[in-house]
Nanobody
Framework: VRLQESGPGLVNPSQTLSLTCTVSGGPDIISHYYWSWVRQPPGKGLEWVGSIAETGHTFYTPSLKRRTSISRDSSKSQFTLQLTSVIPEGASVYYC???????????????WGPGTQVTVVP
């Protein structure tokens, strides 16, 4: 399976950050497993943002829940992250990944995209 993130590299704090992950590797692959977004701020560790299950149910880290939305378009084999009111702490490398559960236990993740840098500019 291969994953590739895409989206703007620069956003301002009032914008909604929208990132798309395109998944390849088999027919209807995105309709199975959990599909997750993880970010890594500069100099810090990985932070789980949220996941979408094969059922379409979504899970979010509590601190970001009110500002985060993850959706899936199976016809395009894509899933999308939207994060509103991005603040400077939101500047990170964002990764999309396949996982076996919705959590920050990265041992349950088996495929990752290369990551995309997002910078917040005033």
């Amino acid at each position: 399976v291969r994953l590739q993130e895409s989206g703007p590299g620069l956003v301002n704090p009032s914008q909604t950050l929208s990132l798309t992950c395109t998944v390849s590797g088999g027919p209807d692959i995105i309709s199975h497993y959990y599909w997750s977004w993880v970010r890594q701020p500069p100099g810090k560790g990985l932070e789980w943002v949220g996941s979408i299950a094969e059922t379409g149910h979504t899970f979010y880290t509590p601190s970001l829940k009110r500002r985060t939305s993850i959706s899936r378009d199976s016809s395009k084999s894509q899933f999308t992250l939207q994060l509103t009111s991005v603040i400077p702490e939101g500047a990170s490398v964002y990764y999309c990944a396949r996982s076996w559960e919705a959590s920050s236990d990265y041992s349950k993740y088996d495929s990752w995209g290369p990551g995309t840098q997002v910078t917040v500019v005033p």
